[in-house]
């Protein structure tokens, strides 16, 4: 781990510890929304397994898109980018560091749900808990790496919220949650199948239903860890050391 | 008498530099010097074309052709990223950290002491702001902040852009004589400004007009050169001149 990368890493959870209502906001938002998913389901036993590990799958990608995207804009837009671009650090420190930090803030924020999901709202899966977290916080690094990708396209941070329907509600429609991906069209089911959230909402539905983590569930996770490496390629080609 | 033309006394040697942004060329084939341990002022209205040719010179501009060397080296070569400090004109640092966070996470990126961040501090008069949130500090201490970054690791030269702007008298009064200190010390800054006023301040000025150098020499030189009193008015006559047709 280089020096700069440390820094970047150090840096950004700096920037977010000063920040106690987003904070607030990433903790207590998706525990509530747990907490509804709980109550809504309460006549329908088994049903809140079924969603709610996938949900453990889904929030951290959809706060860590929005959070990266704009926070990568701000950079862009207040010139912390040009004068960072113009030192002695690597394009891949830079997005690891973002990716390191918002991972480290979404190990903690799938911590803080699962206590609350596992412990308090009874919710069960028959696979071990920490593949649980493993898989969260994969989600998140995807999360985060796509913002930093497609915050390349945004130049206000109207534009950069807009990307999220964009982005992800097609991944949200297509992973399997609103319908198993095997009775989509064919053609739909082909476009799930290239679209990251379908594993790991599959890893999810896995480990709910399975004793102990697969092999299928270990080739998923690796499949999110491809598309991580993918989008981080991609945003550091967006990556320009050079002002047009 | 500074023997012009030897290379180790010059800190940046542009030849025949244009830049193009979009289908406009901004800088048409400049030729110039700056040389080392003085205070060059980079004067001209906005839209001259100053910020592109201090990107130039940095190495972050693109569609840069000619030629263009810094401290001996081609424009943008790695190993000049920690031999140059540069401020953009707008203050580049995170609102969302202290003054004293922002210093340690460049600090860490250059490779710089960690005594550096104390000492870059003092020297922009901010050591009692180095607990205090950047978005809470006044214009002129947000400006200094953004100064104070680029004195990291004591760069062989300075780059920067309107750094004086917006601040009151006494502050730029300050800033200038910090910059000779520098100066003295060996450093070579090049600082823009489109205040004409701040040209008393520099050792040697470069004009800037619509993409071109229509000035390289002292003050002194300039005034006489043109018979005016001010650095405003001789600014005039060269461009009532090139509007005329003739030469600067």
């Known amino acids: ?244 | 008498m500074i023997n012009v033309g030897v290379d180790d006394d010059l800190a940046v040697r542009v030849r025949g530099l244009r830049v193009v942004r979009g289908a406009r060329e901004v800088l048409h084939g400049l030729d110039f010097d700056v040389r080392r341990g003085i205070v060059t002022g980079l004067l001209g209205p906005s839209g001259g074309g100053k910020s592109t040719l201090m990107r130039a010179i940095v190495g972050v501009q693109a569609m840069v052709t000619g030629t263009c060397e810094v401290l001996d080296l081609p424009a943008g070569s790695p190993p000049l990223r920690r031999r140059i400090g540069y401020v953009t004109q707008a203050p580049s640092v995170y609102a969302d950290l202290t003054v004293a966070e922002n210093l340690r996470y460049f600090a860490a990126v250059l490779g710089a002491p960690r005594t550096d961040v104390d000492r870059v501090l003092e020297q922009v008069d901010l050591a009692d702001q180095r607990d205090q949130m950047v978005r809470e500090l006044s214009g002129g201490q947000l400006s200094r902040s953004s100064l104070a970054v680029a004195l990291l690791n004591s760069p062989e030269l300075l780059v920067l852009d309107e750094p004086t702007v917006g601040l009151d008298p006494v502050l730029r009064r300050d800033l200038w004589s910090l910059f000779h200190r520098f100066a003295d010390a060996g450093a070579t800054l090049l600082v823009s400004s489109h205040v004409m006023d701040e040209a008393q301040r520099c050792d040697r000025l470069l004009l800037v007009r619509d993409g071109e150098i229509v000035a390289d020499e002292t003050e002194a030189e300039l005034l006489a050169r043109t018979g005016t009193p001010t650095v405003e008015a001789a600014f005039l006559a060269l461009a009532d001149r090139l509007e005329s047709g003739g030469a600067a």
């Open chain 1, 1 to 244: 781990m280089t020096a700069a990368l440390r820094a970047t890493t150090v840096r950004v959870l700096q920037q977010l510890r000063h920040d106690h209502r987003t904070v607030a906001l990433l903790l207590v938002v998706p525990s509530m929304l747990m907490g509804l998913l709980a109550w809504m389901l309460i006549d329908h036993p088994g049903v809140f397994d079924h969603w709610g590990a996938a949900l453990l799958g889904v929030f951290p990608l959809i706060v860590m898109f929005l959070v990266t995207s704009v926070a990568t804009l701000r950079e862009r837009t207040s010139g912390t980018l040009e004068r960072l671009l113009a030192m002695p650090i690597s394009r891949v420190d830079f997005l690891l560091g973002y990716g390191f930090a918002f991972g480290i803030a979404a190990a903690i924020q799938a911590i803080v749900i699962s206590v609350i999901a596992f412990g308090l709202l009874g919710l069960d899966v028959a696979g071990p808990i920490w593949a649980v977290l493993l898989v969260a916080v994969l989600v998140a690094v995807l999360g985060t790496a796509l913002g930093l990708f497609v915050s390349a396209f945004a130049r206000t941070e109207f534009q950069a919220v807009q990307f999220m329907p964009a982005v992800i509600i097609p991944q949200l429609l297509l992973c399997g949650l609103v319908a198993p991906r095997a009775t989509l069209p064919r053609p739909l089911e082909l476009v799930s199948d290239v679209l990251p959230l379908s594993y790991a909402v599959d890893a999810m539905q896995r480990l709910t239903v399975e004793t102990g983590v697969g092999s299928h569930t270990w080739l998923d996770m690796a499949v999110i860890a491809g598309f991580i490496v993918a989008a981080l390629a991609l945003g550091a080609a967006t990556l320009r050391r050079r002002t047009p």
